[in-house]
């Protein structure tokens, strides 16, 4: 198992912080952001692999701003080690 925490740019949100449990994202939670929707993101993925979350995730834009809240789940999720 394995703790992370990664702070977003270009959004609302202030930190993301999830686990990677054999390859599996759990735990998702952001400070910050619309929180309905930052709840619902962090259920969706509950126990997602971690590819398959970055797949539906990355690319989301948000009013123009060339990410979201999910995209930023994405890029958190690709730049775990």
Do not use: W
Not at 5 to 30: A, T
Not at 41 to 57: I, Q, S
Request: charged content about 30%; overall charge negative.
């Amino acid at each position: 198992m394995a703790k992370y925490e990664y702070r977003p740019q270009g959004v609302c949100s202030q930190l993301i912080e999830f686990e990677i449990i054999d390859n599996k994202v759990h735990n998702v939670k952001y400070t910050g952001g619309c929180n309905g929707n930052t709840q619902g993101v962090a259920r969706l993925v509950e126990g997602m692999d971690r590819d398959e979350a970055v797949k539906r995730l990355r690319g989301i834009d948000c009013r123009g701003r060339g990410t979201s809240c999910p995209d930023q789940l994405a890029q958190a999720l690709e730049a775990a080690d």
